[in-house]
């Protein structure tokens, strides 16, 4: 048996094999605690498989910038305690992993989820970019326009202080004030033609609650996309918004079953 958890910034949710999924908020676990508990309950676990919002490295939970959880080397600790396998990886990359799976002949895809922060997980000629630290594709922390927030990170200028849903306070996109809008949009805007220029990518996949509550913005997205660099010398380009609500899960079985 095979617990799945995907550790977002404000929902917590999880599995066993292909039961079904329960969600908790995020704010209410004490991991360590939680984790513990179910291995008391399941006898018979035998991965566990975590997918988290934040940077994670050879099992080490580094940072997390919307969640209360820092240095948390929860692999090591389990297997050493319990014999039992446990698999960490950055939220983006499981969900990337899920959504390359639902295409055939693709060579690229790039994934952004823009929920409570804002992340992206990249696929290039069939391979997912990790990067040195396993930090590839962090577009929610480049510098963007300085706001009255401090991001996570450290920083106050952070993609994600103007898109995410930490962004809107919770709100829809046509809820909040005409300023706030703007910017998300603009920010929106410079992170595809960003991913656009740099990757070359078959399929952009748009996903995580802030799309998924503003379906309009495939729309959006599409005229603004007319108006890239090179439009009239591209071949055509995919841009969808995933209806997948556990696509980290998802994610994470695949990777189990390599
Ligand atoms: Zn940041």
């Not at 988290?52 to 939970?61: K, L, N, S």
């Not at 990757?199 to 379906?215: A, E, H, L, P, R």
């Not at 603004?224 to 380009?237: C, G, H, V």
Request: proline letters at 1%.
């Amino acid at each position: 048996m095979n617990l799945y958890i995907d550790f977002g910034g404000t929902h917590f949710k999880y599995c066993f094999d292909n039961d079904e999924v329960i969600v908790l908020p995020s704010n209410q676990i004490d991991f360590i605690e939680f984790i513990e508990n179910q291995i008391n309950l399941k006898k018979e676990l035998q991965n566990i498989a975590i997918s988290f919002a934040g940077q994670v490295r050879d099992g080490v939970i580094l940072n997390a910038p919307n969640i209360a959880i820092k240095e948390l080397h929860i692999k090591s600790y389990i297997e050493k305690k319990y014999g039992i396998n446990v698999i960490v990886e950055n939220d983006l990359n499981a969900a990337t992993i899920y959504e390359y799976s639902l295409y055939n002949n693709i060579n690229s895809m790039v994934v952004l989820y823009i929920g409570t922060g804002f992340g992206c997980g990249i696929i290039i000629e069939n391979k997912l970019l990790h990067g040195k630290d396993n930090f590839a594709g962090e577009i929610g922390h480049i510098p963007f326009r300085k706001t009255s927030f401090q991001c996570g990170c450290g920083r106050d200028d952070c993609l994600e202080l103007s898109v995410s849903g930490k962004a809107l306070g919770g709100l829809k996109l046509n809820e909040v004030d005409e300023k706030t809008k703007q910017t998300f949009l603009d920010g929106l805007v410079h992170s595809f033609f960003t991913i656009l220029n740099l990757f070359n990518c078959d399929v952009y996949i748009f996903g995580g609650s802030v799309m998924q509550n503003n379906i309009w913005l495939l729309d959006f997205l599409q005229e603004e996309y007319k108006k890239s660099s090179f439009y009239n010398l591209r071949s055509e380009l995919k841009i969808a918004i995933s209806d997948s609500q556990y696509g980290n899960i998802e994610g994470l079985k695949l990777i189990i079953k390599e």
